[in-house]
């Protein structure tokens, strides 16, 4: 899956109701987070969930470490740091 296809898709998914029950907006940092751009079709990070849990919804994206951090700093975590705080290796 390209960039702009996973952009996309998140957007789409953000703007769809799911059984009924409006989702909330994707996360505001989803096109220019590093992690989402260059991890979003890795095999461990579609297992984890990551995106689904952080990213597809605004509201728990408050809950991803890569915000807190980009936050207290001013500046985005390397693009491999997790929304988790785990750092991907290779």
């Excluded at 009924?20 to 220019?32: N, S």
């Excluded at 728990?60 to 207290?72: M, Q, V």
Aim: charged fraction near 30%.
């Amino acid at each position: 899956m390209t960039h702009s296809e996973s952009v996309s898709r998140v957007r789409m998914m953000s703007s769809m109701t799911r059984r009924g029950v409006v989702m909330a907006e994707a996360c505001e940092f989803l096109d220019k987070c590093g992690f989402f751009l260059n991890y979003s079709g890795s095999t461990e990070v579609i297992r984890e969930g990551w995106v689904k849990l952080y990213c597809e919804d605004k509201k728990k994206s408050d809950l991803c470490e890569r915000k807190r951090i980009r936050n207290a700093t001013g500046q985005p975590p390397a693009d491999n740091v997790c929304p988790t705080g785990k750092v991907l290796w290779g």
